[in-house]
């Protein structure tokens, strides 16, 4: 059987903690990290709270109900002028789905919401050898080489 190539994208709100789920399944597989995404996933109230947020974008990617690939992105609004960036934290795809546009539309639909939250950008990070990643954030945005420092809570 040939799966469809139509998927609609759709933004999750509260309720929707069953395509949540969902969409951190997907993270984890395609991380390679199911322990992170899969293992403590959160309670329906802090789900619930968080899908209800105009500053937390959570997008979906759905072909027949099922959850084929996803993005969550947070606007963060900024201190030395009223603005705000939206940042794409996650964004992945089943493997069996990619290389049919369907994170071209996430990020697509992200800008769009941007946009109307009047963000001045949207920005993500990519691995330097995730080359796949690189490529398709190269498309629609400016590579600007950064390093990234994670530091431990005191």
Same mark, same amino acid.
């Given at each position: +059987?040939?799966?469809?190539?139509?998927?609609?994208?759709? !933004? #999750?709100?509260? =309720?929707?903690?069953?395509?949540?789920?969902?969409?951190?399944?997907?993270?984890? $597989?395609?991380?390679?990290? &199911?322990?992170?995404?899969? $293992?403590? +996933?959160?309670?329906?109230?802090?789900?619930?709270? @968080? @899908?209800?947020? &105009?500053?937390?974008?959570?997008?979906?990617?759905?072909?027949?109900?099922?959850?084929?690939? =996803? #993005?969550?992105?947070?606007? @963060?609004?900024? #201190?030395?002028?009223?603005?705000?960036?939206?940042?794409?934290?996650?964004?992945?795809?089943? &493997? $069996? %789905? !990619?290389? !049919?546009?369907?994170?071209?539309?996430?990020?697509? $639909?992200?800008?769009?919401?941007?946009?109307? !939250?009047?963000? %001045? *950008?949207?920005? *993500?990070?990519?691995?330097?050898?995730?080359?796949?990643?690189?490529? @398709?954030?190269?498309?629609?945005?400016?590579?600007?080489?950064? #390093?990234?420092?994670?530091?431990?809570?005191?």
């Amino acid at each position: +059987m040939t799966k469809s190539t139509l998927f609609t994208i759709r !933004r #999750l709100a509260t =309720g929707d903690v069953d395509l949540a789920r969902d969409l951190l399944a997907v993270f984890g $597989q395609a991380f390679e990290d &199911e322990h992170t995404y899969t $293992q403590a +996933m959160p309670d329906k109230t802090y789900l619930d709270k @968080l @899908l209800g947020s &105009e500053t937390v974008v959570v997008l979906v990617a759905l072909q027949d109900a099922e959850v084929i690939g =996803g #993005l969550v992105a947070y606007e @963060l609004e900024k #201190l030395e002028q009223r603005r705000c960036e939206m940042y794409i934290y996650d964004l992945a795809v089943a &493997e $069996q %789905h !990619r290389r !049919r546009g369907v994170a071209t539309r996430l990020i697509e $639909q992200v800008r769009t919401i941007a946009s109307q !939250r009047g963000a %001045h *950008v949207v920005y *993500v990070q990519a691995d330097l050898e995730d080359e796949p990643a690189i490529q @398709l954030y190269t498309k629609p945005g400016t590579r600007k080489d950064v #390093l990234h420092f994670d530091i431990a809570v005191a």
